[in-house]
């Protein structure tokens, strides 16, 4: 008997370095994925820099793991929404990032919030 594919939102709200979080989130996604689960990514307040283009961790001893990002279409993880008022607050717009995204309102997300089976929050 397989197991019911759950709708499974990971929604990003820090900054890609500095911490763990931003790459053990991508790791969930990945693997939540791979198992067959229907993933989608949000990313506001901080998180939205997780997908700025040409970013340098020079200077900080990390591993610069955005590329990662997109490896997200070959698992078949179709849905990146990134809040617009984040991005605005931070001066970034849909060029500025590596992938294409789907921008949503605050009032948007909040309805795909409710959609979902489980929230993983970082």
Known sequence: MTAARKKIMVVNRKPPHGSIYALESLEIVLIASAFGQDVSVVFLDDG??????????????????????????????????????SLSVRGLTA??????????????????MTQQDMILSS
Do not use: C, H, M, W
């Open 95 to 112: 060029a500025d990032l590596l992938l294409p995204v789907e921008i949503v309102s605050a009032a948007e997300l909040a309805i795909r």
């Open 48 to 85: 939205v820099f997780q997908l700025a283009k040409s970013q340098n961790t020079r200077g900080l001893e990390t591993k610069n793991f955005s590329s990662t990002y997109r490896a997200l279409e070959d698992y078949e993880v179709k849905t990146l929404l990134v809040e617009q008022e």
